[in-house]
Structures are given as C-alpha cells and as structure tokens.
C-alpha cells in the first residue's frame, strides 16, 4: 500500500471497538503499523498522507509542516527527514545510488544526510535547502567508490601516500557529480566537507566559514558519525564521547555548537543500548512519546553500545 510508511501522518483518528486508539495527526510509527496490522486496521491509514511532501508539492511553508520541522520533538522531525531523504533518494539516477553502496559508506551517508538536514532546520535554513543538505549529504562521499577499497579499508595509520588517495575522494566525488548535472551545492559538497576553519582541510585549504554554512554542518557531522561509528579499520567512540570531542576541539564557534546540540540526538528512534537480540525488553523503550519496543519483547532494534574505546588508524576518512 502507498502511504502505509513510517513517519507519515494520520489524516484521521482511528477508532477501534469505540476506542480512539490514535489522533489525527500522530506520526506513524513501526510499533503503531504491526499494531494495526495486527487488529486488521491497515485500511484505515489509506488517507495518510506525507505532510512534508505535501507542503512541498503546495511551494509554501504550511503551520503544520512549521509545527513538525521547528517544533519541540527531535523524533519527529528525524522520522520526517527520513521519509523526504527516501523521497529524494528514488528520484536520483539510480547509478548514483548503486556508486554509494560500492563506496561501502550507505549507513554513514543516510546519516550525514539527517543530520546535516536537522542543522538546517535548527538554523533555519530554507525548504529548498533541506532537501539540498539531505541529497548533499546522502551523496557527500560518493568519491570513495572510485578509491581502492584495500586502502579505504586499510587498519592502522595510513602513510602519507594512502592518506591522498584517499583525500581524492573529495574531487573524484565533485567530478562524479558535475558529469550527472547535479546543482552546484551537491558538487561544493562532495568537494568541501573535509575543508577547515583553520585552512588545513582538504582538497584545497579553504576556510571552512566562506563556504555556505550547511558545509560547514555537514562537515562537522561528518567527524561526529565518523569517529561514533564502527568501520573496519577502527573501533567508535561513543555519541557522547564523540559530542565531547566537538565541544572541546578549537575547530566550531560557539554557534555550530549550540546548533549542533540542539539538532543531534545521541539516541536516534531505532536505536537502544542493548547488546544482542537474544534478550528481552525488560520495560516499554521509548524515545519522545514513542513506545519503540514493548515490555516483554524480543529485542529487534539495531543496537548501539554505548561505549568508549581507543581510536585506531589515525584520522577519520
Ligand atoms: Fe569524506
Ligand atoms: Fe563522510
């Protein structure tokens, strides 16, 4: 069924036995989607639509798509990106796609994409450049597919040699870009996102703060999915560890900052600290308002362990 997604948003409210078991406008979540399944409901969230989408299509910033993006739930307003990010992605040739997957770098991208794209909403930014940040975003380390994996994926420190084929990323990436027309500000960010304030980024040494101000979320969010995810070639840092390392690092004003703490969850929906899918959900998880799992269940959302280990291999890629 069409609209039967997660992140949607209910156009009516769902009565079952006499009961309202959901208002309109709630946003769909997977919890809720088996929960009507279950009760053989699913035909009732038919007349959901993708607000978001909806907005869009209409060229005009609506008082819900305002409640939802600018309002107080970060859960919400991930649900949604995640959604338009999906929209965005069907409407890319399909090559491109296929490239990020080769580059090894799909989840790390999708979230490069959502974070950049919730700075956006943080500061404001335009619809326009939403959608700009989530394509830019998904789309950032496309260069990557065109680097041998075997130094891509090389353990331990990189000689100086392998760290610039690796840094090629950035204008092989801009290249790939430019040849499937793609706006100027998609290509400025597969080229840019590992420039720096302090003019020792790469591949051209440009102060960070001359570029448009969604590279400079995007690179800031890259170091933080960067050194808080596992790869091959290093072991993560926790999100908390990694949100400390931002703050303390010279490298972000005080404003990226601020922007960055209020547009980044370290807990994401999906996500819990458990540590393998054979236990059971001793009490309902929830993220906002959200039952992501319930009592009693047994565990079936991505872990992340929240942890703190040492950084092998030097500088994030
Ligand atoms: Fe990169
Ligand atoms: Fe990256």
Redesign the pocket.
């Known amino acids: 069924m069409k609209y039967e997604r997660e992140g949607q948003i209910l156009t009516e409210d769902i009565i079952h036995g006499g009961v309202q078991l959901f208002k309109k406008g709630t946003v769909i979540t997977s919890s809720m989607l088996d929960l009507l399944q279950k009760l053989r409901l699913s035909d009732k969230i038919e007349n959901t639509y993708d607000r978001l989408e909806l907005s869009l299509c209409e060229g005009k910033k609506s008082q819900l798509l305002q409640d939802v993006l600018v309002g107080k739930s970060l859960g919400k307003r991930f649900l949604i990106l995640r959604n338009r990010l999906d929209t965005l992605i069907d409407k890319l040739p399909k090559e491109l796609f296929v490239k990020i997957k080769k580059s090894g770098?799909l989840s790390?991208s999708i979230s490069?994409a959502l974070y950049t794209a919730s700075m956006a909403v943080q500061a404001g930014l335009g619809l326009d450049m939403i959608d700009d940040c989530l394509v830019g975003g998904f789309l950032?380390?496309i260069g990557k597919s065109a680097v041998d994996p075997k130094v891509l994926n090389k353990e331990g420190f990189l000689t100086s040699e392998e760290f610039k084929k690796i840094s090629e990323h950035t204008t092989l990436g801009a290249g790939i870009l430019e040849r499937y027309n793609c706006s100027p500000f998609i290509v400025s960010c597969a080229l840019n996102?590992h420039e720096r304030e302090d003019c020792k980024g790469y591949p051209n040494g440009c102060k960070l703060s001359t570029l448009p101000i969604a590279i400079s979320f995007m690179h800031m969010v890259?170091i933080y999915?960067?050194i808080s995810s596992e790869r091959v070639y290093k072991h993560s840092l926790s999100r908390a560890s990694a949100q400390k390392y931002l703050m303390d690092t010279s490298q972000f004003s005080k404003e990226l900052i601020e922007t960055f703490l209020k547009a980044v969850p370290i807990l994401l929906p999906g996500e819990c600290t458990y540590v393998n899918s054979t236990q059971l959900v001793l009490e309902d998880v929830t993220y906002d308002e959200y039952i992501l799992q319930s009592n009693g269940t047994r565990i079936c959302l991505s872990s992340e362990v929240m942890r703190s280990k040492t950084i092998r291999g030097g500088a994030w890629r």
Do not use: P, R, Y
């Open positions: 770098a790390h490069v950032h380390d996102h890259d999915d960067a």
